[in-house]
């Protein structure tokens, strides 16, 4: 399983239309965008999880498309940055 980040979103996107949009590629797992704790909008990035095939030929569709007028940026998540890599000490 991989998991794409995803950028550039607009700020009243749902985690349904994202699952629409990237399921056209393959099974979508799992999706969750980053909200805005007060407001509780969208803060334009979240993650997709799908199959390694699926989400390499998503990320290659879906990489620079128009989504509501913002261009998206897909990329596979590269997970926790910094020296530690997420580690405890």
């Not at 700020?11 to 799992?30: C, I, P, R």
């Not at 990035?45 to 290659?60: K, L, P, T």
């Amino acid at each position: 399983m991989k998991t794409l980040s995803i950028r550039n979103l607009p700020s009243d996107a749902t985690e349904g239309e994202v699952s629409d949009l990237f399921s056209q590629h393959g099974k979508v797992f799992s999706v969750k965008l980053v909200r805005d704790v007060f407001k509780g909008t969208c803060r334009g990035f979240g993650q997709v999880n799908m199959e390694g095939h699926e989400a390499r030929a998503a990320m290659a569709a879906l990489d620079g498309k128009s989504f509501r007028g913002n261009s998206l940026r897909v990329q596979e998540d590269r997970g926790p940055r910094g020296r530690d890599r997420g580690r405890r000490r």
